[in-house]
């Protein structure tokens, strides 16, 4: 079993490379299903935000080709991708999984938004069947890490996020927010938290724009504020001090000429734009205008490192409690190997004991209820004692196993060997369901 995850993020790669890769939510789906369909990927999932694209897969005997599915997926070539990307694969990748649910891997450390983004793709996945058995039990893990993380450490305490941020920058610009005019180009959860911050720093009116204008509408009356339907866009955002957008938009809605006309309405006073779209909605050209300046999703980034001294020593903790699951997980995966053959053993044992106490029936005569329960009890825990020593030594080689012990292999086909195990699921059909069970049980546990 193997576990892939290939991606790029803030760390690697500036917001004019993400912004190719990223996957608007109606594409999500079908970019999903493609994973899916390829021969060599059992279960996948596709993780995409504003700050990172990645791309998570199961495979069973081979590596999965992650770069090749990223390139004919986006049609992009090698050269303009590989500097960018970054690879894991086994712990590894559970491990920055784990890291990314919990909000370490994050231009914010601590910022509660990853965590729903993460399970928005989880369902996504699931939806279209990508995602089952191991992969499920892993996902399930993570939100599980994820919650003790923002549980036992400060990491997330004074929460931020890149809307709050964005807010923060708009201070330093101006000063103060009091009496300025905003419009919030995209009513998603991103524009709300940040139309939450500049109310509670003495932002005035506040415009939302919207393609669907009942969100719109939903959104302005929160904050006592104007709907503007998505056609007049433009007649409206000169009347902003600053403008706020983050669209699900795969092109640039502000252009160099709608910069040049707001400027001339404005009678040359000062706009800004906070860009946290990506891909971004205002094109860069607008900043290179006298009196309009743009600041996108990377620009942030200089806010951001305030808060990072005082996180740090949380984030070293949940770093160990992460280390701690990683460790914690792998070995429930080292006895998911042996799962087959020690429900084979346990089957072919169970076959024996029922065989025996058939034969001798006859010679016992009627037995009472009482006498039929103490013959199980007796058949069964002697069974069980049998059993015990195999089990543990198939579970301590499961073990040795991962750490390349070529001893631990002999032991395990060594057992099979003795008991005469066919380690065939189609011809064990209860030793399968039960094997199924003891998977969700161990993992999810």
Do not use: W
Not at 193 to 215: D, P, S, W, Y
Not at 260 to 284: C, Y
């Amino acid at each position: 079993m193997k576990y892939c995850l290939i991606g790029i993020n803030h760390k690697t790669a500036p917001v004019e490379v993400r912004e190719r890769l990223a996957i608007s939510e109606s594409r999500l789906p079908e970019a999903v299903r493609s994973l899916a369909s390829r021969p060599d990927v059992e279960e996948g999932i596709i993780f995409s935000t504003c700050n990172r694209v990645e791309v998570l897969a199961r495979s069973v005997d081979i590596v999965p080709d992650l770069r090749g599915f990223l390139y004919g997926h986006f049609q992009m070539e090698s050269s303009a991708l590989d500097s960018h990307l970054y690879e894991y694969s086994g712990p590894d990748a559970i491990r920055h999984l784990f890291r990314v649910a919990s909000s370490l891997d994050s231009m914010i450390v601590g910022e509660p938004q990853i965590l729903g983004q993460v399970k928005e793709a989880y369902a996504v996945a699931r939806s279209v069947g990508a995602v089952h058995s191991h992969m499920d039990a892993l996902l399930s893990r993570a939100f599980a890490v994820a919650k003790r993380v923002r549980t036992e450490t400060s990491v997330g305490s004074s929460a931020v996020s890149v809307a709050s941020v964005a807010v923060d920058l708009a201070k330093k610009i101006f000063g103060s927010l009091q009496g300025k005019q905003v419009y919030l180009v995209g009513a998603g959860k991103m524009s709300e938290i940040a139309a939450r911050h500049l109310i509670a720093h003495g932002a005035g009116a506040i415009f939302v724009a919207n393609r669907t204008h009942e969100r719109a509408v939903e959104l302005a009356k929160k904050f006592n504020g104007d709907a503007i339907r998505f056609e007049q866009l433009y007649d409206m955002a000169s009347e902003a001090d600053i403008v706020i957008t983050s669209t699900g938009a795969p092109h640039h809605i502000f252009r160099r000429e709608h910069g040049e006309m707001f400027l001339q309405r404005r009678r040359n006073r000062p706009m800004f734009f906070i860009d946290i779209a990506v891909p971004r909605d205002v094109d860069p050209a607008v900043n290179e205008l006298d009196g309009i300046f743009v600041y996108d999703i990377d620009d942030l980034q200089s806010v951001v490192t305030s808060h990072v001294a005082d996180r740090q020593r949380e984030a070293s903790r949940a770093e160990e409690i992460i280390n701690f699951e990683v460790q914690r997980f792998l070995e429930r995966l080292d006895t998911l190997d042996v799962v087959p053959t020690i429900v084979s053993l346990q089957d072919h044992v169970e076959t024996i004991r029922q065989a025996e106490i058939d034969k001798v029936r006859g010679r016992l005569g009627a037995l009472s209820p009482e006498q039929e329960l103490a013959v199980e009890s007796l058949t069964k825990g002697i069974v069980n004692k049998i059993l015990h020593t195999p089990i543990t030594t198939l579970k301590g080689a499961a073990k040795d196993a991962r750490q390349k012990d070529p001893e631990a292999t002999t032991i395990i086909e060594l057992v099979r060997k003795l008991f005469n195990l066919n380690s065939s699921r189609a011809n064990l059909p209860r030793a399968a369901k039960q094997k199924t069970d003891v998977e969700k049980a161990s993992l999810k546990s």
